[in-house]
């Protein structure tokens, strides 16, 4: 079991994200009662980021594929396909929008941040 769902068994819902800010994709884990709901990787390697790809698509992913006129889940006949790409470029960049539109992003954390509820962030140091 992943920490993410150790504490998705704990609080009922805990999201892991990877924004590399340095252009080095973006990747989401959102766990919900101990399981994995979603996750997704866009890193640029794409049979490595096939392998970690599980569950359906977030509605902020579904919107945006139906933006570029895409089906909402990934089609194979759309593979190479220039909306195929486009939309790899952007889920390059997504892990803040997703984690804004789930709660909140920590690349948006201000001291004026309002605060409710029992909330943990967990920030890990950067792998050299």
Do not use: N
């Amino acid at each position: 079991m992943t920490r993410c769902c150790a504490c998705a068994l704990i609080y009922g819902q805990a999201q892991a994200y990877y924004y590399g800010m340095q252009g080095d994709g973006s990747a989401w884990l959102i766990a919900e009662d101990g399981a994995v709901v979603r996750r997704y990787c866009e890193t640029g390697a794409p049979d490595e980021d096939a392998i970690f790809t599980l569950g359906q698509p977030l509605p902020l992913e579904r919107s945006r594929r139906k933006a570029l006129r895409l089906s909402p889940t990934w089609d194979e006949s759309t593979r190479g396909s220039e909306a195929e790409e486009e939309w790899k470029r952007e889920g390059h960049e997504m892990a803040p929008e997703i984690a804004a539109a789930l709660g909140i992003s920590p690349c948006g954390l201000t001291p004026q941040t309002p605060r409710r509820g029992t909330g943990l962030l967990a920030h890990t140091p950067p792998i050299h």
